[in-house]
């Protein structure tokens, strides 16, 4: 009797557990339905009886994006182009004219020229601006119209006409089919250090280190130096077969777990590696994120390559596609990865974000946890990826990062490649202290590099403009112009080389960037000196 009683105990609690996981469920299906049906009332109001006619599109569209801003930068909507947009950086190809761009009010800016393609044919250099095509004016146009111009169908040509320092002249130029190689640059530094750069992680990554590695190999190299900074990330799987080429069959790369439990996964080299024993140094800055740091966190967990340079992003989100109506996609954060020793190294805290301030906290704010890598080593989470070897830099201002997300070094760039017909060969050429007073005097003429006290301060002027206070505006406004100098003239260890990089490109293309670096990039050589330094290297690997 006492076992039936129990029976219908564990029955009737496990019925009530049903019932109100089942009521739970419909509250929720019945609260998102109310909330549809409350902005489909508004909008056919709205429509109906605003003054003016309303772009339904555009007004769908910020509703989605305003939405998807609370969560994190990862989670967003896709309209037909951004599909399509998409879909060409997964595949790394389209049909363009093999130029990196800047959409700006007057037309299309060149940022950067791809060695050997269209543009680079019939002459077309960056500063340069396509001001119209097949006789279409781009003055003023969307940046979503202006996307669409240059690409099309291979071979078929378009009628550019060109803006380069206010001199004006017209160019037939041919699309062709862009490839997107991830691996740009991959060479020999010296007789038995190889050199391998990958910029990211599309569906031709793996394929392409394995087959620059390859090439590598033939050429002697024993040593390999892997350059992922700056590389933003991409296709997880391709993360876990590029780690396969360097950890054995079976092991785990990484781990994700989030709310729907069929979506949990764990991955695992599935193939034969391509080497097990070459020694490896992979480098890695605050830019490196996503597959970047499961790649450099598989790495480092089995103690398999020195990592060297800067704390990486700290993006331990995975996101996914799924397909709306219409051709439109939402790319939704569904899960947080783990590296194989159970690191998540996501740095903010979106999901606690500041409702008030807008602020996100940092997971380090709560405390790092220390894991075991597989010989022992003491790794850390809490966001990014630590490096086993730091480059040691100077503190980063806010000036300094406001200046490197600015236009002003690429216009400082486009202004001295047009004062300069050449410049010294790519080992010899380098970018002093004094030619960065230059670039701060330069500095007073760009309108691109505002810090947020000169745009507040402005801001302020606009409001109260008089003729008694116009002055002092003019005083304030110089003072905070040589403060800013000051902050970014601390800074002149990361700012020189993006700068130097800059002037190379414009002359030498990527290539040339690359090649530079071989010679004169602190941390390649601070890589290929541990790699000579057998004793040391196996000592950071070994944690003794």
Not at 290 to 296: D, G, H, N, P, T
Not at 410 to 426: C, M, V
Not at 484 to 503: G, L, M, R, Y
């Amino acid at each position: 009797m006492k076992n039936n009683n129990l029976k219908k105990q564990i029955f009737a609690i496990g019925l009530i557990g049903m019932i109100f996981l089942f009521f739970s469920f419909k509250s929720n299906f019945f609260e998102v339905a109310k909330q549809i049906e409350i902005y489909n009332t508004l909008f056919k109001e709205l429509n109906m009886y605003y003054v003016d006619e309303i772009n339904a599109a555009e007004l769908t569209e910020k509703a989605i994006k305003n939405t998807l801003n609370t969560l994190d930068p990862y989670t967003n909507y896709y309209s037909e182009q951004d599909v399509e947009n998409a879909k060409i950086r997964r595949e790394g190809e389209y049909g363009g004219v093999g130029i990196n761009v800047f959409y700006t009010k007057e037309g299309i800016q060149i940022k950067e020229v791809f060695k050997g393609f269209s543009a680079d044919k019939i002459g077309l250099k960056p500063g340069d601006i396509i001001i119209s095509v097949d006789n279409q004016s781009l003055k003023n146009i969307e940046i979503e119209q202006l996307s669409m111009f240059l690409k099309g169908i291979p071979e078929s040509k378009l009628l550019v006409e060109i803006n380069r320092q206010g001199k004006i002249f017209q160019k037939e130029i041919t699309r062709e089919k862009v490839l997107l190689n991830p691996v740009p640059f991959f060479e020999m530094i010296d007789s038995e250090t190889g050199y391998i750069v990958l910029t990211e992680f599309n569906e031709k990554a793996s394929t392409e280190v394995k087959n620059a590695f390859r090439e590598l190999k033939k050429k002697g190299m024993k040593k390999l130096v892997f350059d992922l900074r700056s590389n933003p990330g991409g296709l997880l799987m391709e993360a876990v077969n590029i780690s396969n080429f360097f950890i054995e069959k079976g092991k785990i790369i990484t781990s994700t777990k989030g709310k729907v439990k069929n979506w949990n996964a764990t991955y695992k080299t599935s193939k034969e590696p391509l080497d097990l024993e070459i020694p490896m140094v992979v480098l890695i800055n605050r830019r490196s994120a996503s597959a970047s740091e499961i790649l450099s966190g598989a790495l480092q967990d089995y103690d398999r390559a020195v990592i060297l340079g800067e704390r990486s992003f700290g993006k331990g989100l995975v996101q996914r596609y799924r397909e709306l109506t219409y051709g439109t996609q939402l790319k939704v954060t569904i899960s947080k990865y783990y590296t194989p020793s159970g690191r998540c190294i996501q740095e903010l805290d979106y999901t606690n974000r500041d409702s008030k301030t807008g602020i996100v906290p940092k997971f380090s704010d709560k405390g790092i946890n220390t894991f075991k890598t597989e010989k022992g080593r003491t790794v850390f989470d809490g966001g990014g990826v630590l490096p086993d070897v730091e480059m040691a830099t100077s503190i980063k201002s806010k000036a300094t990062e406001t200046l490197l997300e600015s236009k002003a070094i690429f216009n400082f760039g486009i202004d001295f490649f047009h004062k300069n017909p050449s410049i010294p060969s790519l080992e010899k050429y380098h970018f002093t202290t004094s030619d960065f007073k230059k670039f701060t005097q330069f500095l007073a003429t760009d309108t691109t590099f505002v810090i947020k006290q000169e745009k507040l301060f402005k801001e302020a002027y606009q409001v109260a403009k008089s003729e008694a206070i116009s002055k002092e505006y003019e005083k304030i406004k110089q003072q905070l112009f040589y403060d800013k100098i000051k902050e970014i003239t601390n800074n002149q260890d990361i700012i020189i080389p993006v700068i130097e990089s800059q002037i190379i490109r414009n002359y030498y293309y990527s290539e040339g960037v690359y090649q530079h670096h071989l010679k004169n990039d602190q941390a390649i050589l601070e890589a290929v000196k541990l790699l000579q330094n057998s004793k040391k290297y196996s000592q950071i690997l070994s944690g003794k």
